[in-house]
Each structure stands twice: as structure tokens, then as C-alpha cells.
Nanobody, 124 residues
Framework: QVQLVESGGGLVQAGGSLRLSCAAS????????MGWFRQAPGKEREFVAA????????SYADSVKGRFTISRDNAKNTMYLQMNSLKPEDTAVYYCAATGRDRMVVLTSLADYWGQGTQVTVSS
């Protein structure tokens, strides 16, 4: 089992940047494919980005391609999401998720573990 804790959310103006972190504890971090999802008020949770256990393979939602970068540091048991050129429509609670080592967590149904979420608000 793994515990996930997100941090780094906050209020930022449109065009600004934030970096989210997801700290993992419990089982070996490199045993998991990891990802980020987000949920805006009144909307379903949606995929943002995913990264393989080794960090060599990444995947992004079309809405964030070219603006967001997912990365991980297995030595620090931490995953990151660098968010640049933020837009008001990026406003949501952002969740990190973990799945099995051989999978990419690109769907909510593939996630085995979730963090508690961190709020990101982008003002216009």
C-alpha cells in the first residue's frame, strides 16, 4: 500500500505558473506508475498527465500539452507537475494517483490509490 500527499496548490493569475508535488510513503515508490487528475466543481474527475514507473514514458491530456510537465524523482519518492501558462479553466482540485508498475494511470478506473487533493485556482 502507498500513501499519497499533494502540495503546492494555490491562487495564481492567468499566465502564471505553479508546481505541484505528490509525496509517497509506504511501499517502494518505483513500484508504481503515477499520474495527475483534476476535478472542477460540478464536473467529473479528468486525466491530466501520467508517468511510467521509470519516468521514461509520459502522457498528457490534449488540454495541457505544451503547458504542463510531469516528472518524478524515485530517490525522493516524489512526483511533480509543473504547470505553466495557466488558464482560468485549469481551476480545479488536483489529485495524484498511483497504479501498478506496468501500467500508465490514464483513466480514473486504473488508479489503485489517490491523494487527498490540492486546490489550484487561476484568476482571470
Amino acid at each position: 500500500q502507498v500513501q499519497l500527499v499533494e502540495s503546492g496548490g494555490g491562487l495564481v493569475q492567468a499566465g502564471g505558473s505553479l508546481r505541484l508535488s505528490c509525496a509517497a510513503s509506504g511501499r517502494t515508490f518505483s513500484s508504481y506508475g503515477m499520474g495527475w487528475f483534476r476535478q472542477a466543481p460540478g464536473k467529473e474527475r479528468e486525466f491530466v498527465a501520467a508517468i511510467s514507473w521509470s519516468g521514461t514514458i509520459t502522457s498528457y491530456a490534449d488540454s495541457v500539452k505544451g503547458r504542463f510537465t510531469i516528472s518524478r524523482d524515485n530517490a525522493k519518492n516524489t512526483m511533480y507537475l509543473q504547470m505553466n501558462s495557466l488558464k482560468p479553466e485549469d481551476t480545479a482540485v488536483y489529485y495524484c494517483a498511483a497504479t501498478g508498475r506496468d501500467r500508465m494511470v490514464v483513466l480514473t478506473s486504473l488508479a489503485d490509490y489517490w491523494g487527498q487533493g490540492t486546490q489550484v485556482t487561476v484568476s482571470s
